[in-house]
């Protein structure tokens, strides 16, 4: 019996450490892995929402202007999108696996009278990112990892997970929600932009995002 017990705390600590971050606030995690370190082998498919305090610190990271295309991959309810949009006025493009998610950010875009959102629904791992001028995104690291390749821009942020294969430094939020910003070479240390001008590609009048 005391051999069985030490095999069961031994096989739930290496769980345990297989924890996809150390943050306790990142839901995702905290969902697929329990208190005691055992692994959901069908975790719930609702949606994990970013605080909106972590929301505003992203989008405050990427400078965003009205020229810019904010591309969030994995948009859940599309609260990153409602906030880019109102704050500061950049096309903004959601891409969602789940159509009942997808179908409820399309909802809450146009309650909340944002018109310059488009929600797309399907694997963001095939669709073509190269129109993003910035990108934000919530998702597991092996995605993360399967998606940065695809991204040409370098104004990139990440919730909770980090962006392997790239030079990023970690900001905690309200001490204890961490992002991950990718750094630019045309950026201070502090993350600003060094000129007051920054080159942004200007959209043709026909020009749109999708």
């Known amino acids: 019996m005391r051999t069985l017990?030490?095999?069961?705390?031994?096989?739930?600590?290496?769980?345990?450490?297989?924890?996809?971050?150390?943050?306790?606030?990142?839901?995702?995690?905290?969902?697929l892995f329990g208190s005691i370190g055992m692994q959901i082998l069908r975790p719930d498919p609702?949606?994990?929402?970013?605080?909106?305090?972590?929301?505003?610190?992203m989008l405050k990271e990427l400078h965003l202007t009205p020229r810019d295309v904010l591309y969030d991959l994995g948009c859940g309810d599309g609260r990153i999108l409602i906030a880019a949009v109102k704050q500061y006025g950049c096309m903004a493009v959601g891409i969602e696996i789940d159509p009942e998610v997808a179908d409820l950010a399309r909802r809450r875009g146009k309650d909340a009278g944002c018109g310059r959102i488009r929600i797309v629904t399907g694997d963001a791992r095939t669709f073509s990112l190269s129109k993003a001028t910035a990108v934000t995104m919530y998702l597991f690291p092996d995605l993360v990892a399967e998606l940065m390749p695809k991204i040409k821009t370098d104004r990139v942020v990440s919730y909770s997970h980090g962006l392997p294969g790239r030079d990023s430094?970690?900001?905690?939020?309200?001490?204890?929600?961490?992002?991950?910003?990718?750094?630019?070479t045309d950026w201070d240390l502090f993350g600003e932009p060094k000129t007051a001008e920054r080159s942004v590609r200007k959209p043709e009048s026909s020009w749109t995002p999708w």
Do not use: F, H
Not at 25 to 31: E, I
Not at 169 to 184: D, E, F, S
């Open 5 to 31: 017990v030490t095999i069961i705390v031994l096989l739930c600590a290496s769980v345990a450490d297989a924890r996809y971050c150390n943050s306790p606030s990142c839901s995702m995690c905290n969902r």
């Open 46 to 57: 609702r949606v994990e929402s970013t605080p909106q305090v972590v929301v505003d610190a």
């Open 169 to 184: 430094r970690m900001t905690m939020v309200a001490g204890k929600y961490p992002i991950y910003v990718l750094r630019r």
